[in-house]
């Protein structure tokens, strides 16, 4: 099996601060990889780096084998991403949201009509389809956002912190969600500082704390 993510020192000064320091770690195809630490572990600032939104300092990293830095285009056709914070726009419905970043990601209108269609109901969103996101839940705005992620047909999903500030009935929601799709050959990279979240959704996690990776291993073994 081949390797969705290899990250090869990616390092992250802000100034003089070390948000990222030279990590190093795999995620396999089709495995739920975690990365769990604290806040201002540099968590988010990895994932920026992996998806091209900030450039390493030092270090790069490979998407399905393509190198972020020298075939960033390439490398980022292969996955979604949902960062922190929404990318939503509260006053489009659902429908146009998904339609929006469906054309952002240049899906035929066909594909994404249909593609669209489906996503909406594995979220339980399509009875929702056509009200504007500005009265959604904050839970259902998180659905929405996954779904617009995979607009687009990944084959690598980037989670970061995917159920953070949601309530017990989103989360369980969304991490079902992310198991399916996982389940149909999704890779999925997600952030979470919490434990409970890495035990019962990840294969495999890497523990970040101040920019550095202390530990990768199953989470029955870090335990
Ligand atoms: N744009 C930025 N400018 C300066 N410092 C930043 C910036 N983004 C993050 N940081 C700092 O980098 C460190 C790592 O942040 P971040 O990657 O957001 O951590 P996490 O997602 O694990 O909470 C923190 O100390 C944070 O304050
Ligand atoms: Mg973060």
């Not at 030279?22 to 396999?28: A, E, G, L």
Request: proline share 3%; hydrophobic share 40%; net charge positive.
């Amino acid at each position: 099996m081949g390797y969705a993510v290899v990250s090869l020192g990616l390092t992250k000064f802000y100034g003089k601060l070390l948000a990222v320091d030279n990590v190093y770690f795999n995620v396999q195809e089709n495995e739920i990889f975690g990365f769990l630490g604290p806040n201002g572990a540099g968590k988010t600032t990895t994932i920026r780096m992996l998806t091209g939104l900030t450039k390493p300092t030092k270090g790069t990293a490979r998407i399905f084998g393509h190198d972020i830095l020298k075939e960033t285009l390439t490398a980022q056709k292969y996955f979604g991403v949902v960062p922190e914070t929404s990318n939503i726009y509260d006053y489009l419905s659902a429908w146009d949201n998904l339609m929006f970043m469906g054309e952002l990601y240049r899906v035929p209108k066909h594909e994404r009509e249909k593609y669209g269609r489906e996503l909406l109901e594995i979220f339980g969103l399509y009875e929702r389809r056509y009200d504007k996101v500005k009265g959604f839940s904050k839970g259902l705005k998180r659905r929405l956002t996954i779904a617009m992620a995979l607009i687009h047909r990944p084959k690598l999903l980037f989670l970061d912190e995917p159920t953070s500030g949601l309530d017990v009935r989103s989360t369980v929601i969304i991490r079902n969600i992310i198991r399916k799709l996982n389940r149909e050959g999704v890779t999925v990279f997600l952030t979470t500082h919490n434990i409970e979240e890495a035990n019962v959704l990840c294969d495999r996690v890497a523990i970040i704390y101040k920019g550095k990776i202390v530990a990768i291993d199953t989470p029955e073994k870090l335990k």
